[in-house]
């Protein structure tokens, strides 16, 4: 009888620990258009969809919130993926995805950029960072780099555009 009481109580145990670790990793995709230029002398054209578009001659640089989705320190993976039309036919729309700790000090971080132009269909930027051991305060962001409008020779104005991005952890 003590076997099994000392067993049903390592049990009961073990499931009160499992019940406090974090839920399982997820994925989570946010709309374009929560991003905010931090570069650049104009602000990005934000639709209704969520798309946010750069209208302006120039390249601006945006910044991405991200919900981190751990409870506790561990070692974590984590994935990146932006959705973009890239529409400059000389530039690319390139991102930036970093783990960090509470101060900022990067503990990883991995950049992609998209290859050719093409003003109509959406691509997919795939960053995948290392596993890393990321304290609980810490971190997840995602820049990227939107080239300013593409004018034609005809004069016909293409602008490059971040849909959505989505963050696996």
């Not at 795939?126 to 780099?145: M, P």
Request: glycine share 8%.
């Amino acid at each position: 009888m003590k076997t099994f009481n000392r067993r049903l109580t390592q049990s009961v145990a073990a499931l009160a620990l499992l019940g406090a670790l974090p839920a399982a990793a997820g994925t989570a995709t946010y709309s374009g258009s929560l991003c905010t230029s931090v570069s650049g002398f104009s602000a990005p054209t934000i639709f209704r969809s969520g798309r946010l578009l750069n209208q302006t001659a120039n390249t601006i640089e945006v910044v991405c919130p991200l919900q981190r989705n751990v409870s506790t320190s561990f070692t974590e993976d984590s994935s990146f993926a932006a959705y973009v039309i890239d529409a400059h036919l000389t530039e690319n729309v390139c991102c930036v995805a970093t783990v960090a700790e509470a101060d900022g000090t990067a503990i990883t971080s991995g950049s992609a950029c998209t290859t050719g132009a093409d003003t109509a269909n959406i691509k997919g930027i795939s960053i995948n960072l290392a596993s890393v051991f990321a304290s609980v305060n810490g971190y997840l962001s995602l820049r990227c780099v939107i080239p300013g409008q593409y004018t034609d020779t005809s004069g016909a104005k293409f602008s490059s555009v971040l849909s959505s991005f989505t963050v696996v952890e």
